[in-house]
């Protein structure tokens, strides 16, 4: 084969362009400090740092969350905090009421006005918010106060700031939570719905509805607590009672002396009652008003109805107190405070729990975060010392190839003619 000068120039230039892609792809991964600049510099390679990255961004977001739930929780304790002491202040004073060398005038004036305060207190508490507005017990209402004061013009026996006094609370939230996800597929219950915290003892709704002949027109549906309880055509009150004691409720039902359906909670909390899917199931029972169905405030009128709210357990108090009634002071209304404050200090138990879950929780994502960023950093991160030393080998290759281009590429008789 006849070799030609034009081929041994094309052959230089070839190699040389070679060579010059070469050492441009180390000068650029040195001056970026990553190795992989296009997925076709290593197709694999490419692929785990896109995964990699994407889950750093994950983990930091994950941990915003975290750290939003961690505030939140931390307000939550401190405002339940601030309700265990009111709540220890009104037990103190009870007992002193309830000492029998207290005159009356002693237990109407001095005691009661502070309990009164104390209530108003322990409202707006309920009524918290954190710094972005949002309520802190209001379940999934978080744009409204969680809790509505009723006052009144009349007070028992006597006159309380001029006989207007605050007279019940309304809870206007839901039982739904907020929630953060802190990890792939966990999502976190970061607030406690205040017909819960704010309930002082355990409630029982007897529908006063002879239900001895009833039976269920079809398959309808209803739910006590959100938990939904299936009922099938032909259904009884028995078997309606059997389904809501198997379910995981924490209300327990059984047959009243009318022969009606009386349900009780097993732990403090307002009842959330609601037939669902166009059900009619507990208005037929007598449970709840058919015109007014949202759950919350929507017990029938013919339902006698008993337990109270921690406000209603200290508006008891005040008004026992302004009657001057030790009896009811040192009995029922200890029995009511012991068991307000026990509800308190149970959930103020659960948000510690939450606390140290996410404080492990954030460790975790901490050390997943320095292993992510380790692997990623294996993965697109330029050894310095291996590209310098690349580098230096390739600009002397490159100077080599000069030398014996020009060693090769000898002037032409033209050159000489010229």
């Known amino acids: 084969m006849r070799v030609t000068q034009s081929m ?18 180390v000068e650029n991964e040195i001056s970026t400090g990553v190795k992989i600049q296009k997925p076709s510099d290593d197709p694999v390679g490419a692929a785990n740092q896109n995964i990699l990255s994407s889950r750093l961004n994950e983990i930091n977001q994950y941990e915003r969350n975290a750290g939003d739930a961690r505030d939140k929780i931390n307000l939550i304790d401190g405002n339940l905090g601030q309700v265990t002491d009111i709540m220890q202040r009104v037990r103190e004073l009870a007992v002193q009421a309830a000492n029998g060398t207290n005159s009356k005038f002693e237990l109407s004036e001095p005691i009661a006005r502070e309990i009164e305060q104390h209530l108003l207190a322990l409202v707006d508490i309920a009524n918290g918010k954190d710094s972005t507005g949002k309520t802190l017990f209001g379940g999934s209402v978080i744009e409204r106060n969680s809790f509505v004061a009723v006052y009144s013009n009349n007070v028992t026996d006597g006159n309380l700031d001029n006989g207007r006094a605050l007279s019940g609370v309304v809870y206007q939230g839901d039982i739904l939570t907020q929630k953060r996800e ?8 970061i607030t406690v719905p205040g017909n819960r915290v704010f309930w002082g003892t355990n409630m029982t709704i007897a529908s006063n509805t002879d239900a001895s002949n009833y039976v269920a027109r079809g398959n309808e549906s209803f739910a006590i607590d959100g938990v939904k309880i299936d009922v099938a055509a032909g259904d009884t009150l028995n078997e309606i009672i059997r389904k809501i004691n198997n379910s995981p409720v924490d209300v ?21 009652l609601e037939d669902v899917e166009g059900s009619t199931v507990l208005q037929d029972l007598g449970v709840i008003d058919g015109n007014n169905p949202a759950p919350g405030n929507n017990i029938s009128a013919s339902a006698l109805v008993t337990g109270m709210s921690m406000f209603d357990v200290i508006i008891q108090l005040r008004d026992d107190l302004i009657r001057g009634d030790q009896n009811q002071i040192g009995g029922r209304d200890m029995e009511a405070i012991d068991m307000a404050m026990d509800n308190v200090l149970r959930y103020r138990s659960d948000v510690g729990a939450r606390e140290n879950r996410l404080e492990t929780h954030e460790k975790k994502l901490a050390s997943d975060k320095i292993y992510t960023q380790d692997l990623l950093a294996k993965n697109q991160d330029v ?24 060693d090769l590429i000898k002037p032409t008789l033209m050159d000489f003619l010229r």
Not at 8 to 25: A, F, G, P, Y
């Open 182 to 189: 802190i990890e792939r597929g966990q999502q976190m219950d």
């Open 383 to 406: 050894d310095m010392v291996d590209s310098i030393v690349q580098l230096k080998w390739l600009e002397s290759i490159h100077g080599y190839a000069l030398k014996v281009g020009a």
């Open 252 to 272: 327990k039902a059984s047959i009243g002396a009318q022969n009606d359906l009386v349900l009780t909670t097993k732990s403090p909390h307002q009842m959330w």
């Open 8 to 25: 041994i120039h094309n052959d230089l230039v070839l190699t040389l362009n070679r060579q010059k892609n070469s050492l441009e792809k």
